[in-house]
């Protein structure tokens, strides 16, 4: 079951947005995979010329066929899964008001890079906790929570106001 996979983590809800583009791309292109997958089992490779003494393998065809349906069982159940997820995922998401899915695609939905919207949000977090909460380079680094020591919040600070001027 594909709700499994985001029961019982922090980050779950995000994984599930995330994973929506994915799963789409998955449904789209699997049956021309998996064509292509049989299309190339069965058709003919010619020697490579390298100048190397060949070695001829009776089972090389058995070998091809066999790996070849191995891919296309992953393909297929990478499919299946993807279709699971979408009967779980697009209720919920058609549920949602047009402002909530801007707001969840701005933040959460742009395939893990930070959107301009989430860049903002950390600018202004990192000033206000500078300026309005008076804390030290440290504290703020601390506060934004995303690894960064003292020094680099510093240096982002005066990167987002060379920014501004």
């Given at each position: 079951m594909i709700a499994l996979n985001y029961i019982n983590k922090s980050s779950a809800a995000i994984a599930a947005m995330k994973d929506y583009e994915n799963m789409k791309l998955?449904?789209?292109n699997t049956s021309k995979e998996v064509k292509d997958a049989y299309d190339d089992m069965f058709s003919l490779c010619s020697a490579k010329i390298d100048g190397m003494?060949?070695?001829h393998n009776p089972k090389a065809g058995e070998?091809?066929?066999v790996g070849s349906l191995d891919k296309i069982n992953v393909m297929q159940e990478r499919y299946h899964q993807a279709v699971e997820y979408m009967a779980w995922f697009e209720p919920v998401w058609c549920a949602l008001s047009d402002e909530e899915r801007i707001i969840l695609r701005e933040f959460y939905m742009q395939n893990s890079q930070r959107s301009g919207a989430t860049t903002r949000l950390s600018h202004n977090r990192i000033l206000a906790l500078r300026y309005i909460g008076g804390l030290s380079w440290n504290q703020v680094a601390?506060?934004?929570d995303e690894g960064l020591t003292g020094k680099q919040v510093r240096k982002l600070h005066n990167y987002y106001l060379s920014?501004?001027?």
């Open positions: 998955i449904i789209e003494p060949k070695m070998i091809k066929v601390a506060s934004v920014d501004l001027c």
